[in-house]
């Protein structure tokens, strides 16, 4: 301090300026003491931090314990449930089966009413058909026999030359008379 009186600065200046740089010095520079209640602080931070880690992890441990327990019900209700459903479809099954079994039955029955009813018809009607076609048969039996008749057709018999043998020719074909005419007016 004194070194600054020696060089032209009266004692005044230089008191007001080592408190200047005192102050200065006080403000930034760290001491020992500064050191140790920094230090406990630290150490006061640091075990609440542990404190407040322990805490947590006993927190997490019980939410961790809850949660295996819910998961453990929801497991347990979730098997249960698909156990009932499986019953209840079971159930149902057997019921949609037992009436596709009467509906097929009744099917069944419905078709065979049908194809008896069908068969007696189709029986009607073959015999119809049968009527009819025997009648026509009659018919064309009775043209060719009055054609035969008008209209005679000449066979010749020749006796088989070797044993067992027949053989019929025709005749020469005869000239076919002509239709009588009918007169027009």
């Known amino acids: 301090m004194f070194a600054n009186c ?3 600065m009266d004692e005044r200046q230089a008191a007001i300026q080592a408190e200047a740089m005192l102050d200065l010095v ?6 020992k003491k500064d050191l140790a209640e920094q230090d406990l602080r ?14 947590l992890d006993v927190r997490l441990a019980s939410v961790e314990a809850n949660l295996r327990k819910e998961m453990a019900t929801l497991d347990a209700n979730l098997k249960r449930d698909i156990k009932e459903l499986e019953v209840r479809m079971d159930t149902k099954a057997e019921s949609i089966q037992s009436e596709l079994k009467r509906d097929i039955k009744e099917l069944d029955v419905k078709m065979e009413t049908r194809f008896k009813e069908q068969d007696a018809k189709m029986e009607v ?3 119809e058909l049968e009527l009819r076609m025997v009648i026509k048969m009659g018919a064309m039996i009775i043209a060719a026999v009055g054609l035969m008749r008008m209209w005679p057709i000449q066979v ?23 239709p009588p005419q009918v007169p027009t007016k």
């Open 6 to 8: 020696e060089v032209g």
């Open 26 to 31: 006080e403000e930034r520079l760290v001491t």
């Open 42 to 55: 630290l150490a006061a931070i640091e075990a609440g931090l542990k404190r407040d880690i322990k805490e």
């Open 125 to 127: 009607r073959f015999k």
């Open 156 to 178: 010749q018999y020749v006796p088989p030359s070797p044993p067992h043998a027949q053989e019929m020719r025709w005749s020469a074909p005869s000239p076919v008379p002509a």
